[in-house]
């Protein structure tokens, strides 16, 4: 009897605990990939797993995440992209928004987020500029 309070009260908290990550807009995705590697993406949710990916050391959601927002860069959301794949050291997803602002430079300086560009960003982008 003790022994199956003990496993419940366990339980309990190891269900507190996994259902305590701050996820906010899908609560079941990270824990639907770790069950069946399989996650269907939006750009909100890829970048939201990205950060949980790295944090929570699972390279294969990590991948998945960074592939996707490679595909999906655009105006309205490079700058975030530019800033999440430096904070989670996403090299590929850095390299491909790199290359997408140098493409797009005299369309993107036009706007007021681009002065926000992190210096390592903005350094790498000069470099493919120069390099070309």
Same mark, same amino acid.
């Given at each position: 009897?003790?022994?199956?309070?003990?496993?419940?009260?366990?339980?309990?908290?190891?269900?507190?605990?996994?259902?305590?990550?701050?996820?906010?807009?899908?609560?079941?995705?990270?824990?639907?990939? *770790?069950?069946?590697?399989? @996650? $269907?993406?939006?750009?909100?949710?890829?970048?939201? =797993?990205?950060?949980?990916? &790295?944090?929570?050391?699972?390279?294969?959601?990590?991948?998945?995440?960074?592939?996707?927002?490679?595909?999906?860069?655009?105006?309205?959301?490079?700058?975030?992209?530019?800033?999440?794949?430096?904070?989670?050291?996403?090299?590929? *997803?850095?390299?491909?928004? @790199? $290359?997408?602002?140098?493409?797009?430079?005299?369309? =993107?300086?036009?706007?007021? &987020?681009?002065?926000?560009?992190?210096?390592?960003?903005?350094?790498?982008?000069?470099?493919?500029?120069?390099?070309?």
């Amino acid at each position: 009897m003790l022994q199956r309070l003990w496993f419940l009260i366990w339980k309990q908290r190891l269900f507190k605990v996994v259902f305590e990550f701050p996820f906010s807009s899908n609560p079941t995705a990270f824990l639907e990939f *770790l069950y069946s590697d399989h @996650v $269907k993406l939006d750009e909100a949710l890829a970048l939201e =797993l990205l950060t949980q990916a &790295d944090k929570y050391s699972v390279p294969e959601l990590k991948k998945i995440c960074e592939t996707y927002l490679s595909r999906h860069i655009s105006p309205g959301n490079y700058m975030k992209i530019a800033n999440l794949s430096e904070l989670v050291e996403a090299d590929s *997803l850095k390299e491909s928004v @790199v $290359k997408y602002i140098a493409k797009n430079i005299k369309r =993107l300086k036009k706007r007021q &987020d681009f002065n926000e560009i992190s210096d390592h960003v903005m350094r790498e982008v000069i470099i493919k500029l120069t390099t070309k």
